[in-house]
Each structure stands twice: as structure tokens, then as C-alpha cells.
């Protein structure tokens, strides 16, 4: 059971990523998913989930309208495609899901926004 984030890099103020966070061991669909961010000297904070049940998605404040999370069951993998990236938004990008009552987090993927 893993999850594996990927897609961070360095981009320029209102430019766009998009993150990968692939399982292997488990199919993801059936699992509730979350990206989670921590920034330099910050607590780590949530940053959206997709659910399992019904595919619903939840954002919080700071980046709704600007990020969309979305699901590949393909390629048993979640997607958080950022839009429009601040400064604040500079943190390691976490995702996060529950297997048997464990928390399995990927190993984080470093995003900067800077000019």
C-alpha cells in the first residue's frame, strides 16, 4: 500500500501545476483522498479531499475557484490541477488516505511560486 506524489516544481505567480498522487496496492477509487500542504514554519494545513461515496469535492477557502481536484481510475491516481498560483501558495504537498485505520501519506512534492 503507497502513495506517490508528484507534479511540484517551480512556477512563476499566476502560473499552473498539476499534481499526481498515484496508489499502488489498493485501488484508490474506493478510498476517500486529500492534499494537504505545509509551508516553511507552518502548521500543515488541508487543502481539498474527493470523496469515495459520490465523487463530491471540498476546497478550502484559500484556493476554491483557483484548484480542482479530480479522480483517473485508469491510472488508480487523484489530480490536483492548480490555477492561478500566489506566493502563499509555496508549500510540500501532501496526499492523504485512510487504508485499515492507517493514514497512508504520499512522500511530498515541493511547489514554489516565484518570480
Known amino acids: 500500500v503507497q502513495l506517490q506524489a508528484s507534479g511540484g516544481g517551480l512556477v512563476q505567480p499566476g502560473g499552473s501545476l498539476r499534481l499526481s498522487c498515484a496508489a499502488s496496492g489498493f485501488a484508490l477509487d474506493y478510498y476517500d483522498v486529500g492534499w494537504f500542504r505545509q509551508a516553511p514554519g507552518k502548521e500543515r494545513e488541508g487543502v481539498s479531499c474527493v470523496s469515495s461515496n459520490n465523487g463530491s469535492t471540498y476546497y478550502t477557502d484559500s484556493v476554491k475557484g483557483r484548484f480542482t481536484m479530480s479522480r483517473d481510475s485508469a491510472k488508480n491516481a487523484v489530480y490536483l490541477q492548480m490555477n492561478n498560483l500566489k506566493h502563499e501558495d509555496t508549500a510540500v504537498y501532501y496526499c492523504?488516505?485512510?487504508?485499515?485505520?492507517?493514514?497512508?501519506w504520499g512522500q511530498g512534492t515541493l511547489v514554489t511560486v516565484s518570480s
Open positions: 492523504l488516505t485512510v487504508v485499515a485505520g492507517v493514514n497512508e
